[in-house]
């Protein structure tokens, strides 16, 4: 079961971080991922980080305004959110993999619900 959290309002150039946690699995041994899906458009990959935390891909939408982190111990993944643009608005999910290395090219095995994100002025 992954849980996601830290969605909220905020104003075009500010920062969200998101928060997942895992329960109920060996999520540590599974690649971790973030989809979002805007209001009337598909949902879509923005970051994933392999088992260990050392492998991060991003959607070039995202790369050098997002992160993507983990903390194996806690059972936790994070995207912290930088220069947030009226077009990241939507709803984000966190989701994992069996496999312990993904780059978004194929459904995860496990989503979790969706936590709101609105850039607005």
């Known amino acids: 079961q992954l849980q996601a959290s830290g969605g909220g309002s905020v104003q075009p150039g500010g920062s969200l971080r998101l928060s997942c946690v895992a329960s109920?699995?060996?999520?540590?041994?599974?690649?971790a991922a973030w989809f979002r899906q805007a209001p009337g458009k598909k949902r879509e990959f923005v970051s994933s980080?392999?088992?260990?935390?050392?492998?991060?891909f991003y959607a070039d939408s995202v790369k050098g305004r997002f992160t993507i982190s983990r903390d194996t111990t806690k059972n936790m993944v994070y995207l912290q959110m930088n220069g947030l643009k009226a077009e990241d608005t939507g709803v984000y999910y966190c989701?994992?993999?069996?496999?312990?290395?993904?780059?978004?090219?194929?459904?995860?095995?496990?989503w979790g619900q969706g936590t709101l994100v609105t850039v607005s002025s």
């Open positions: 980080v392999n088992w260990s935390g050392v492998d991060k």
């Open positions: 989701a994992a993999v069996i496999s312990g290395h993904y780059i978004g090219s194929y459904e995860p095995d496990y």
């Open positions: 109920g699995r060996v999520f540590s041994d599974y690649a």
